[in-house]
């Protein structure tokens, strides 16, 4: 276990770096926070995702399955194999990632976790391919498992929800989230490209409370330049 939270602190200490630069431009053909697999609701095996991400020329990445790090497990040990057979060509660094379900301001959310310790026990609840109920699908909780676990937090898509993100992003700031997913394509627009209003606004609630920006695809189709 410490051997493994001491990997996640580094781990984590890189991914700050990498967030403290994403800018309108860097999603998604340098970096992608947000994707799925069929380990989750997606259509890609993950050494399908992989391959694409290394052809793309992807730097970094984090698979999000929803309860579910059975993908990002999968796409991790084909990189390590990949990387043995090619090792003089560039790979992209994958951390650990898991979207998860959770009541914010009496509002269904979804929280991004990256970089933590997948064997932490208190991610455990949240990786059961289900969402939770009771005390730990509060956001709060959701926020604080993650962070025990040496991770990151990020809100999800902020402007897609039932109450909008001028309330939810302050709340979240509140609980201690790390982030917000201010580059995203609402409209699904071919090609992929963020929101305008919607990320200016994100952006400048981030801001104010001293959040990240990240960004992401969503993808749950069999391309990780498009969401869909």
Known sequence: MVVNFARTTVSKEILKQVFQSIDAQSCPKLFNFHMHTVHSDGKLEPSELMTQAIAIGLKGLAITDHHSINGYKTAL?????????????????LW????????LLNVEVH???????????????????????????????????????????????????KRS????????????????EAFYAYSNPKPWKPSVVETEEVQQLAQKFNLFNTCGTDTHGVNLLQRL
């Open 77 to 93: 040990a084909w990189l390590e194999d990949w990387k043995w057979s090619n090792p003089d060509i560039d790979t992209p660094h």
């Open 111 to 161: 929280i991004l976790a990256y970089a933590f310790d997948s064997e932490h026990p208190s991610m455990k609840p949240y990786l059961q391919r289900m969402p939770t109920v009771g005390k730990v699908y509060q956001a709060v909780n959701v926020i604080a498992a993650i962070h025990q676990a040496g991770g990151l937090a990020v809100l999800a898509h902020p402007a897609r929800y």
């Open 96 to 103: 650990s990632g898991v979207e998860i379900n959770a009541n």
């Open 165 to 180: 993100h001028f309330d939810l992003i302050p709340a979240a700031a509140d609980y201690g989230i790390d982030g917000v």
